[in-house]
Each structure stands twice: as structure tokens, then as C-alpha cells.
């Protein structure tokens, strides 16, 4: 039976998921933490100050990226489901 090496690998292996996982997290963490001390930070100007309309205009970006993150943490999920088909078809036990 003749071993073949899958070089040119497609998608997201499933040993790269944990790591994929984590770093989605991270960053899912730090714009949460980042959100909550723009909030607090523009609680403590003055109402109608540049500096709250800059606190309220930080918050507004940064809360866009929410749903950013389950984007791309959907595109994570399929790139991995793909991987694993992709190499279930390639060594799914078909002998030469």
C-alpha cells in the first residue's frame, strides 16, 4: 500500500482548531474589556464634551466589531468541517 502525503492542504486541519479557537477568544475578550472601559471613561465627562462624544464615538466602533467576531468565528467552524471532509476523501481508505 503506497502512503501519500496531502501537500497542498486546503481549509483549516483539525490539530489548528484549539488555536484558531483561542485566538477568536482573545480577541472577542479584548473588545469586550475595550467596550467597557470607553463606557466608564466616558461616564466621567461632562455630558455633550468632546471628550464624552469621543468615549461615545470609541464605543460605537468598537461594539461594530461584535458581530464581526461571529463572522469570522463561523468562518473558522466551516473551514474546519471542510478540512476534515477534504481529508476523509483523500485517505478514506481506497487502496492503489
Known sequence: MELRKLTNKKGI???????AVLTLVLVAVLVIIAIFLFVTLGESFDTGSAEA????DMVTEFS????????????????LVIGVLVASFAFGGRRV
Open 13 to 19: 486541519q483539525l490539530n489548528q482548531a484549539f488555536g
Open 64 to 79: 461594530n466589531y461584535t458581530s464581526l467576531i461571529g463572522l469570522v468565528g463561523t468562518i473558522i467552524f466551516l473551514g
Open 53 to 56: 462624544n469621543a468615549s461615545s
